[in-house]
């Protein structure tokens, strides 16, 4: 009893000190945040006050322009009081001698005490709380000064002219004269602005601002008290009386980092405190054991806790999966059928988005990232084409909402089949053009890629061309460290933390690459990567396009790359979803599947028939899929069955994992029809692949030359619409083709007067458009004939609508598109009418 007590007392005290240990580490980290913040707003504070500075440098040049003018032309007075007023309309000019006569607005000594420093020579500066604020400066004939010519800015006008409010959305800043007067406030200034400053704490961060500026040019503090959490600054303005003073809020300086680390501090906590409990409570159950097997035991619950963390990650890895799976494999249905052009570049997006979507979950929920602190590098097999296809699907839209450019450049020859971890690779790009496009304001962006071939290695080259603000000469060395923005005064506006360029340094590193930058100040910059990868297939790349399109017409289903009618395929995963993807992305190839909801159903199908291949869930209530394998390999008729993992919780060392299990390979959810059929054709047995019959563009049957036959032999007419290649470009589901046929009938009425009104009104464009669209209906509800008369029409009006066609063509092309437009109409509404009464 004593020993348990000893042991509670232990836990409750290893909980306390673990409990300190996080408010402690969590205080230390926002401590060094805090005054790491602090130094950075006093840099920008050193920045304000320049540019404040230049505010009142831009009233006084027009003044000292003035009188220097009058130190050579006296006689010119007042029309340089007029041409001050006309210039600066907000400033009220005047002129002063030493007898205090003034000319154009008048001023008193009394009301700018500092206007007499003018007459010693010097340029002023003044301020005046129920006036504004004077600039004056002296005119000199000779070395005597004869008069000071100023101008006074009311009070109404000084937020607008000398506030900096401006800066960004979150800093405000008043300029007061060195006693504490306020001068210039910020825009919208108020009582409850007036009360903030008084706070006593923010009255106590001002005073050690005022005392670290006996050292330096410029000083922020962090302040916390009622008002909330802030970090105040101030600066003195050169050759002024001024200072600046201003405030910013903490969380817009440090509020995101800091609930990262605070998050960070929570997981660790909750892990060292899980990894407690389960040590000691095996170290009870362990009291009576030898100090050996105590150790032991130690370690046991060690290897516990951190299986315990991985299976947290690989659930929660497994949840997101399962939904993302279902996105992509509906997705990569709709891209089976036929589309408009729009919608199939929507559907082509959603893939792309997709993909990436699966890459950042890939990045947060891969445990072994989060316990070293770097990535892995994972070699596939991919096309360097559809790497750079989803690269510019994915920036594209960035740098037109810029208005920039976007440029690519292929050399052709590239070969296109490489081996390496593309989704590194596609970081790598991603981060490039981003910082591309976020610092150009204007132009264009260019990426070239090229390369250089050294037996089965190809050296690949990718280089960032920009038009943007380049790089100074002296930021270069600091351009890959972490958490870095470069030129802070000029890019204040551009958002960023600083980490693209740094992971990107470092991913390259690990990937044997390079990384180089050439750059001119103010006119552009070059990014150039090389990075090694095994060459897998030679075939080049060729002429590559980023407008390139797919023909609509002559590619509107997609082809299995084979078929295997014969081929049994067992089907197991809990989620009907799932197995409805899996199936519905297999119809193509023509095997025979069988759909198993659990273990027990996998294990009761596998005895009743052979299967060739198993897909096989891998984490499944009751039942999973490694113990469903292990006793499916007990079973007398699998010697030859191969088993695929179908996973959601692909972290690293899966593929290890799962071939030491037996597993013969894993599929990663969510998988794509291509990932798909490339591991059937890969494990079934070779003599059930067969090569498919092509059914895009069927070709027209041969027409073979026979002796006169009767009436009886002549074969019948082609239907109007034949429903063989409606259902082809319906994926062969006949609801859905069912659903088509009602919809074209629904709304021929509607098309055919809208074809009508356009040729009426000669709307080429608009009847470009829908002829265009009954060409593509048509074809999907089988009418080849309806079809073919509208892709004749519709190249007519491309013809009439060229720019290089001449007047006669023109002319044979408007004869054409009105001398069958009639029949086109009426065939329309042939086929409308047979489409619901077959």
């Known amino acids: 009893m004593n020993n348990r007590k000893k042991m509670l007392l232990t836990i409750l005290t290893m909980l306390f000190l673990i409990f300190l240990s996080g408010i402690f580490i969590q205080q230390r980290i926002v401590d060094m945040l805090n005054k790491a913040a602090e130094h950075s707003v006093a840099r920008q504070t050193e920045d304000l006050s320049l540019l404040a500075g230049e505010r009142f440098r831009r009233f006084l040049t027009p003044l000292q322009t003035a009188s220097k003018h009058l130190s050579e032309h006296e006689e010119d007075k007042e029309d340089m009081l007029k041409m001050l007023a006309q210039q600066n309309p907000q400033g009220q000019a005047g002129l002063i001698d030493f007898q205090h006569h003034t000319l154009g607005r008048s001023v008193s000594s009394t009301s700018f005490p500092r206007l007499q420093l003018a007459f010693h020579g010097n340029t002023v500066i003044d301020y005046n709380p129920d006036i504004g604020i004077l600039l004056a400066t002296p005119v000199i004939y000779g070395d005597n000064v004869r008069y000071v010519l100023y101008q006074i800015y009311p009070i109404s006008m000084l937020p607008q002219l000398f506030a900096?409010?401006?800066?960004?959305?979150?800093?405000?800043?008043?300029?007061?004269?060195?006693?504490?007067?306020?001068?210039?406030?910020?825009?919208?200034?108020?009582?409850?602005?007036?009360?903030?400053?008084?706070?006593?704490?923010?009255?106590?961060?001002?005073?050690?601002?005022?005392?670290?500026?006996?050292?330096?040019?410029?000083?922020?503090?962090?302040?916390?008290?009622?008002?909330?959490?802030?970090?105040?600054?101030?600066?003195?303005?050169?050759?002024?009386?001024?200072?600046?003073?201003?405030?910013?809020?903490?969380?817009?300086?440090?509020?995101?980092?800091?609930?990262?680390?605070?998050?960070?501090?929570?997981?660790?906590?909750?892990?060292?405190?899980?990894?407690?409990?389960?040590?000691?409570?095996?170290?009870?159950?362990?009291?009576?054991?030898?100090?050996?097997?105590?150790?032991?035991?130690?370690r046991l619950a060690a290897d516990t806790a951190n299986q315990a963390k991985s299976q947290f990650l690989a659930n929660m890895s497994h949840e997101i999966r399962t939904p993302l799976n279902a996105i992509s494999g509906m997705n990569e249905m709709i891209l089976r059928q036929e589309l408009p052009g729009e919608v199939r570049q929507y559907a082509s997006n959603i893939k792309s988005a997709t993909a990436a979507l699966l890459t950042i979950i890939n990045e947060i929920l891969d445990f072994s990232k989060i316990e070293s602190g770097h990535m892995e590098i994972v070699p596939t097999d991919y096309q360097l084409t559809q790497v750079l296809r989803e690269v510019c699907a994915l920036v594209g839209v960035r740098a037109q909402a810029k208005n920039l450019t976007f440029k690519i450049h292929v050399d052709p020859y590239l070969p296109n089949g490489l081996y390496?971890?593309?989704?590194?690779?596609?970081?790598?790009?991603?981060?490039?053009?981003?910082?591309?496009?976020?610092?150009?304001?204007?132009?264009?962006?260019?990426?070239?890629?090229?390369?250089?071939?050294?037996?089965?290695?190809?050296?690949?080259?990718?280089?960032?061309?920009?038009?943007?603000?380049?790089?100074?000469?002296?930021?270069?060395?600091?351009?890959?460290?972490?958490?870095?923005?470069?030129?802070?005064?000029?890019?204040?506006?551009?958002?960023?933390?600083?980490?693209?360029?740094?992971?990107?340094?470092?991913?390259?590193?690990?990937?044997?690459?390079?990384?180089?930058?050439?750059?001119?100040?103010?006119?552009?910059?070059?990014?150039?990567?090389?990075?090694?990868?095994?060459?897998?297939?030679?075939?080049?790349?060729?002429?590559?396009?980023?407008?390139?399109?797919?023909?609509?017409?002559?590619?509107?289903?997609?082809?299995?790359?084979?078929?295997?009618?014969?081929?049994?395929?067992?089907?197991?995963?809990?989620?009907?979803?799932?197995?409805?993807?899996?199936?519905?992305?297999?119809?193509?190839?023509?095997?025979?599947?069988?759909?198993?909801?659990?273990?027990?159903?996998?294990?009761?199908?596998?005895?009743?028939?052979?299967?060739?291949?198993?897909?096989?869930?891998?984490?499944?209530?009751?039942?999973?899929?490694?113990?469903?394998?292990?006793?499916?390999?007990?079973?007398?008729?699998?010697?030859?069955?191969?088993?695929?993992?179908?996973t959601a919780t692909a972290i690293s060392g899966s593929r290890e994992k799962f071939l030491s299990e037996g597993f013969d390979n894993y599929l990663s959810k969510p998988m794509t029809g291509d990932d798909l059929t490339a591991m059937l054709h890969r494990y079934l047995p070779p003599e059930l692949i067969l090569q498919p019959l092509l059914t895009s563009s069927p070709a027209p049957a041969p027409v073979e030359a026979k002796e006169p036959a009767s009436t009886a032999d002549t074969p019948p007419a082609p239907p109007l619409i034949d429903h063989k290649i409606g259902l082809t470009y319906c994926n062969n589901m006949q609801a859905i083709y069912d659903k088509v046929l009602t919809m074209f009938h629904d709304q021929s009425t509607d098309k055919i007067a809208q074809l009508d009104n356009d040729l009426a009104a000669a709307n080429w464009k608009n009847y470009r458009i829908n002829i265009h669209a009954l060409k593509s209906t048509a074809l999907t509800i089988g009418c080849r004939s309806l079809n073919q008369k509208a892709k004749d029409q519709e190249q007519a009006v491309k013809d009439y609508l060229a720019e290089d066609a001449t007047p006669h063509q023109q002319q044979q092309a408007m004869d054409y598109i009105q001398q069958n437009h009639a029949d086109i109409m009426n065939l329309y509404r042939q086929v409308a009418s047979s489409a619901v009464s077959q």
Request: hydrophobic share 40%.
């Open 164 to 298: 900096l409010s401006d800066y960004d959305a979150f800093t405000h800043v008043i300029i007061q004269y060195h006693d504490g007067t306020l001068a210039v406030p910020y825009e919208n200034y108020t009582t409850e602005d007036t009360k903030f400053w008084a706070d006593d704490t923010i009255q106590k961060g001002m005073q050690e601002v005022h005392h670290r500026l006996e050292r330096n040019k410029a000083a922020a503090v962090y302040t916390e008290g009622a008002e909330g959490k802030f970090f105040v600054f101030g600066a003195d303005l050169p050759q002024t009386d001024f200072s600046l003073i201003g405030y910013m809020p903490w969380s817009a300086v440090a509020g995101q980092i800091i609930s990262i680390y605070q998050r960070v501090v929570f997981l660790f906590t909750l892990m060292l405190v899980l990894f407690a409990c389960l040590s000691i409570y095996l170290l009870m159950a362990q009291t009576s054991v030898a100090e050996t097997e105590e150790l032991r035991q130690a």
């Open 420 to 646: 390496g971890d593309t989704g590194r690779l596609r970081q790598i790009l991603i981060n490039l053009l981003n910082n591309a496009i976020k610092y150009t304001p204007s132009g264009s962006i260019t990426l070239d890629i090229s390369g250089q071939r050294k037996d089965s290695t190809l050296y690949l080259q990718a280089a960032v061309t920009d038009t943007g603000i380049g790089i100074r000469e002296e930021d270069k060395e600091r351009l890959f460290h972490v958490f870095e923005r470069l030129d802070i005064k000029r890019n204040c506006q551009i958002e960023g933390t600083g980490l693209g360029l740094a992971i990107t340094h470092r991913l390259l590193n690990m990937m044997k690459g390079s990384i180089k930058v050439d750059s001119t100040y103010g006119e552009g910059s070059v990014f150039t990567i090389k990075l090694p990868q095994e060459i897998h297939s030679f075939d080049p790349v060729g002429v590559f396009s980023l407008n390139a399109q797919p023909d609509l017409d002559t590619n509107l289903r997609h082809q299995a790359g084979f078929i295997a009618p014969d081929a049994q395929v067992l089907i197991v995963d809990d989620n009907d979803m799932n197995c409805f993807v899996a199936g519905s992305l297999l119809k193509e190839t023509q095997v025979q599947t069988v759909i198993a909801h659990s273990g027990d159903e996998a294990l009761e199908a596998l005895q009743k028939q052979r299967f060739h291949v198993v897909l096989l869930d891998y984490m499944m209530p009751g039942m999973d899929g490694v113990e469903t394998l292990h006793k499916a390999k007990q079973l007398p008729n699998v010697g030859s069955t191969r088993f695929i993992a179908l």
